[in-house]
T-cell receptor
Framework: EAGVVQSPRYKIIEKKQPVAFWCNPISGHNTLYWYLQNLGQGPELLIR????????DSQLPKDRFSAERLKGVDSTLKIQPAELGDSAVYLC???????????????FGPGTRLTVL | AQSVTQPDIHITVSEGASLELRCNYS??????LFWYVQSPGQGLQLLLKYFSGDTLVQGIKGFEAEFKRSQSSFNLRKPSVHWSDAAEYFCAVGLNYGGATNKLIFGTGTLLAVQP
């Protein structure tokens, strides 16, 4: 079974430029998460999708960050414009959440390392 | 507020020695607890998890962890460390929303170095 796929793995941009990250979850996983991991820190949740619906985006900085999961499968996270402080690793994870039951374990992709110059 | 504390930022052990990584959590309800490992340039790999039942849980790669409610701890152990265990280890608590554990709160991680 293929794991969570993310691309690109690395991205270097200048500040004020836009950037997008792509994630394809494990097949059959209806819940998808985007996390931000700063250097020397644990991941922090940005947004969680159940199918197409963003059910928890309370930590997403909506002035510059946006995300979508139009068909309930793959997802894109965008930053526009990027700032120096956005340099970090952006992790995608997925899990299976049966209706009305506890979510299964989250499985993580390799992440996208963003450097903003 | 919910939180996870990993008191040791960096630990160095000799290959073959035993290992214990500490994790303490703050959460009002029964927690779901996880240990993940992250190798350089890689995503997080699940080592083990505790949802309920036996408080001593076995994971992959010879790791185990023990849930101690009285101490709010979930320490990770391995009896004999291998050089390939060098990585960063993250403890996480899954918030229990009516049976769903959709939000993970991570600690800051412990970086493990293994000496030959």
């Amino acid at each position: 079974e293929a794991g969570v796929v993310q691309s690109p793995r690395y991205k270097i941009i200048e500040k004020k430029q836009p950037v997008a990250f792509w994630c394809n979850p494990i097949s059959g996983h209806n819940t998808l998460y985007w996390y931000l991991q700063n250097l020397g820190q644990g991941p922090e949740l940005l947004i969680r999708y159940e199918n197409e619906e963003a059910v928890d985006d309370s930590q997403l900085p909506k002035d510059r960050f946006s995300a979508e999961r139009l068909k309930g499968v793959d997802s894109t996270l965008k930053i526009q414009p990027a700032e120096l402080g956005d340099s970090a690793v952006y992790l995608c994870a997925s899990s299976r959440t049966p209706p009305g039951l506890a979510s299964d374990t989250q499985y993580f992709g390799p992440g996208t390392r963003l450097t903003v110059l | 507020a919910q939180s996870v504390t990993q008191p040791d930022i960096h630990i160095t052990v000799s290959e073959g020695a035993s290992l214990e990584l500490r994790c303490n959590y703050s959460y009002g309800a029964t927690p779901y607890l996880f240990w993940y490992v992250q190798s350089p340039g890689q995503g997080l790999q699940l080592l083990l998890k505790y949802f309920s039942g036996d408080t001593l849980v076995q994971g992959i790669k010879g790791f185990e962890a023990e849930f101690k409610r009285s101490q709010s701890s979930f320490n990770l152990r391995k009896p004999s460390v291998h050089w390939s265990d060098a990585a960063e280890y993250f403890c996480a608590v899954g918030l229990n929303y009516g049976g769903a554990t959709n939000k993970l709160i991570f600690g800051t991680g412990t970086l493990l170095a293994v000496q030959p």
